[in-house]
């Protein structure tokens, strides 16, 4: 994983030492592939799910951590799909074939060769040269050949790309737009040294032109320098720009951006899934609440704006972290704010829940089940009603589904409380 200069690979050398932020973005990666095999291989009727798997700054695979070895993106990627194999097939009277192809690529030749060593000696050395392919050189460089690939290989363009840059600059928005206007399918897990850019980035506005990708403009450097001794209100609201920026110019319609502080460089990175489908945003939010405590996000839990949030203005709120107490007011706030959304939303006093979901799913650390619950305080006080696929009111108590319909009753009741906050 990334490139950095205490993270140097050489055949029979000592290996690096992993840091804890390192073994988080791992954690995550395995928990979220774990999840995400569970997904879509749920049709029983599959036969074979056919992948690509991309890590596109691979380093030299393995850690050191006081006596143990640990692996690194490229074992836990394998392990990911060997794990996966056995669970799904567990209980399958036809086994589900997955076809996993793997490109593993980084700029170091030592650390490549490194990482071919390793394989060779793995229990994967003979799927080296076959479904595993090393290459070395830029990601920018590699990824026409990967895309072209992958598109030759399957229809669908089933992909994961874990693009764990060490900064800002080696992951070009113009990649991420190849990777998300080509394939119908694919995900990314990307790091962004926020902090980093924020570091380095000259008083006097020169050198931008590299950086206007991300948002980074002369108005930008005005107000960043305006904001920046006030270390959490300011750095969140230039955090949050940036990421918007991302969020615009990927070409992903799904962008969940979460902070994770690495105590070793004493800087917040960016951490963001990035994806076309809503219903993959949701699982990788699952992800981030079962990781309790290690991840942030900048900003409320419930309906934000990226960017710049005046409600930030008056709150001074800057992190919001996935516990218990934390889920507690995103439900109050939910409650109170999310009636609005639905009649904005509505047309003809009609609202798909999946439409719902899709205009909201950049805007809430809540997962389609807390928002589902949400909803159904508005089903209970008569303020809406539900249609079920197929036609059909479903009761109150019924479990809201992503395939159902938001109605505004034809006897509505006013909603005089719609969209007011509750007094306790």
Known sequence: ???????????GAPLPRIEAHTERKLEVIEQYLDVYFDTVTANRHMDVLRITIVDGFCGGGLYQKDTETRYGSPFALLYAVERAKIR???????????????????????HM?????????????????ESIILQTGNFEDLLPKVLTDIKKRQRQG???????????????????????SSLH???????????????????????????????????????????????????????RSIMEALRHNSGAHFFTPFMMYSKTDKRWMLLAHLSKHQAARDKMLSVHWDQQNHFRHIGKGSLFEMGFDHRLVETKDALFSFLDEDEATLMQELE???????????????LQIETLLSRIGNLTAAQNVMIFRALQRLVSEGEVEIE??????????????VSDKLIRPSQPLLFSNFGKQKVD
């Not at 990649?175 to 998300?180: D, M, R, T, V």
């Not at 079920?388 to 589904?401: D, L, N, Q, V």
């Open 113 to 129: 060769a490194t990482l071919r060593d390793e394989l060779l000696r793995s229990e994967f050395a003979s799927q080296v040269d």
């Open 88 to 110: 799904i097939n567990a209980d399958r009277h036809k086994p589900l074939q997955i076809a996993a192809q793997f490109y593993f690529s980084d700029a170091n030749t030592l």
């Open 336 to 350: 109170n704010e999310l009636p609005g959304r639905v009649m904005d939303n509505m047309t003809d006093d009609v």
């Open 388 to 401: 079920k696929k197929g036609g059909g009111r479903k009761k109150a108590s019924t479990m809201i589904e």
């Open 1 to 11: 994983m990334a490139k950095k200069q205490n993270f140097n690979w050489k055949i």
């Open 185 to 239: 399918k694919p995900e990314a897990i990307l790091t962004f040294s926020i902090d980093a850019l924020l570091n380095y980035l000259r008083n006097d506005g020169k050198g931008l032109d590299g950086l206007r990708q991300y948002g980074v403009d002369d108005d930008f450097v005005r107000t960043w320098n305006e904001l920046k001794e006030d270390e959490n209100f300011g750095r969140a609201t230039a955090q």
């Open 158 to 180: 089933r992909s994961f790309f874990v693009l764990d840059q060490w900064g800002y600059t080696d992951v070009p928005m113009h990649c991420l737009q190849k990777i998300f």
